[in-house]
């Protein structure tokens, strides 16, 4: 790939929490950490919890500020960009779907809701009717292999977690962003939907979109991933292709993290 692929530059990215109200004392969430992400790839973080990389994703979707600092949306500092245009673009599904719904509402509101986002931040001045985002929703949840007819007028109790993230993702697809940023996306899933969901993002990625995948999983890392980076205590210890970074780790802490995966041919000796 060359520069002109690149849509997502990170640069020397660093965030200190501050704990405390009297006796105050700073955190460390993410420290120097850098990296690009290209169009038509899937480049994953991968690390154990409080490694720091759902911090480094919170900062990339604006929904916390970084210490110091850079990110670069097509060669433009993400930060001069109005927050909804920048929604346009960047798009997160989250680890917990249920914490984006809204309980008193079925799940069709933010389906519906995401068409606002879309007219507002539309150079052509669009506007959807009722008819049309109903037919756009029903046309995009089969795209996905759900059926409308079981989803739709339903509440989120009433939906399994592997659906919602999956509505998540029918979500930004009806906002058409460049940038799909998937936090632990198949962490509330059982192993046949964690395949759906990894396809989809495989899908996504062919039609030209670019997947951040944050993830602890070292398996669903490298079967998804063009590239990875591994971060450990806040920073990012190694990163590459996913064959080099998985298959011919440098880092001791990436040796130990490939070397703890279970294989299914050998069984534990407790």
Known sequence: MTD??????????TKYYT????????????????????????????????????????IILRLINPTSGKIYLDGKDVFSFDKKAYWRRVQGVFQDPYSTFNHFYTVDKP????????????????????????????????????NPDEILGR????????QMQRLLIARSLIIGPDILLADEP?????ASTRVAILRELLRLKEEG?????????VGQAYHISDRAAV???GRIVEIGSSEDVFFHPQHP?????????????IKWNV
């Open 19 to 58: 704990s405390g109200y009297i006796l105050t004392k700073k955190v460390l969430g993410a420290e120097d950490v850098s990296f690009d992400l290209r169009k038509r790839e899937v480049f994953s973080i991968v690390g154990e919890s409080g490694s720091g990389k759902s911090t480094v994703a919170k």
């Open 209 to 217: 979109m670019a997947v951040l995948f944050i993830t602890h999983d």
């Open 111 to 146: 389906l519906m809701d995401a068409f606002s986002l879309l007219e507002k931040t539309s150079s052509k001045n669009k506007k959807y009717s009722k008819t049309e985002r109903q037919e756009i929703i029903r046309s995009i949840l089969e795209k996905i292999g759900m």
């Open 4 to 13: 002109k692929d690149e849509v997502l530059r990170v640069e020397n990215l």
């Open 155 to 162: 509440y989120p109790h009433q939906i399994s977690g592997g």
């Open 231 to 233: 971060m450990k205590d």
């Open 186 to 190: 198949t962490s509330m899933t059982d």
């Open 253 to 265: 802490y990436t040796k130990n993290l490939v070397a703890s995966v279970p294989k299914l041919h």
